[in-house]
């Protein structure tokens, strides 16, 4: 069974604030993705890893897949009150985490 | 363009009542998922559809049936409900069959969800 370990279960930070979450597994994984999720929503993929030491930008978002490929990192930097919400990772056999739940202050 | 789409969005039952989720997508996808998300526990998977005319079980099958009635269609039947079957339900469509399992890379696309009460 490949668990993957998401921390920390709940963040709450300014508007403003650079934050760090993780996505760790005892498990190699060929690929991971991470998933937002609003309230009352599904979750919306923003992006696949798939090579060891792999890092993706999008906007204010850093992903990055660490060298083993059993564990990611998703940082953001000076968060906005849009980027409330929980994120997810997913690795194989469609597992996911339990989710960061994020929440960004005015 | 609808994307996935479930219904009913509520649903209320009583212990041993049985009810069907429905959930069609409209992006020709060929795999179809179906998962229960609880508190601290993040999204489990129920069953999946890798093609039309296949399904399999996935990590909680247990209590579940499926249908995969057509390539647009997916639905979830329980056949007894139990308490512990109070979740959120959300169906997800993929492009391509994500299996074998060594390489997963298929953007999922979910569905708003079925928040389901068993008393």
């Known amino acids: 069974t490949q668990l993957l370990e998401q921390s920390p279960q709940f963040l709450s930070i300014q508007e403003g604030e650079n934050l760090t979450v993780y996505c760790n597994s005892s498990?190699?994984?060929?690929?991971l993705q991470w998933y937002r999720q609003e309230p009352g929503e599904g979750p919306v993929l923003l992006v696949t890893?798939?090579?060891?030491?792999e890092v993706k930008k999008l906007k204010r978002l850093t992903f990055q897949f660490g060298d083993a490929r059993k564990d990611s990192s998703l940082h953001i930097t000076a968060a906005q009150p849009g980027d409330t919400g929980l994120y997810l990772c997913?690795?194989?056999?469609?597992?996911f985490g339990a989710g960061t739940r994020l929440t960004v202050k005015p | 363009n609808a994307g996935v789409t479930q219904t009913p969005k509520f649903q209320v039952l009583k212990t041993g009542q049985s009810m069907t989720l429905q959930c069609a997508q409209d992006?020709?996808?060929?795999?179809m998922y179906w998962y229960r998300q609880d508190p601290g526990m993040g999204l489990r998977l129920i069953y999946y559809?890798?093609?039309?005319?296949?399904?399999d079980k996935g990590e909680v099958p247990n209590g579940y049936n499926v249908s995969r009635l057509n390539k647009r269609e997916f639905s979830l039947r329980l056949e007894s409900a139990a308490p512990s079957q109070t979740s959120v339900y959300f169906c997800?469509?993929?492009?391509?069959?994500?299996?074998?399992?060594?390489?997963?890379?298929?953007?999922?696309?979910f569905g708003p969800g079925t928040r389901l009460t068993v008393l």
């Open positions: 997800a469509s993929s492009e391509a069959p994500s299996f074998p399992a060594a390489l997963f890379t298929d953007t999922q696309y």
């Open positions: 498990s190699v994984f060929s690929s």
């Open positions: 890893v798939v090579t060891g030491g």
């Open positions: 997913a690795g194989g056999s469609m597992r």
């Open positions: 992006m020709n996808h060929n795999s």
């Open positions: 559809s890798a093609s039309e005319g296949t399904t």
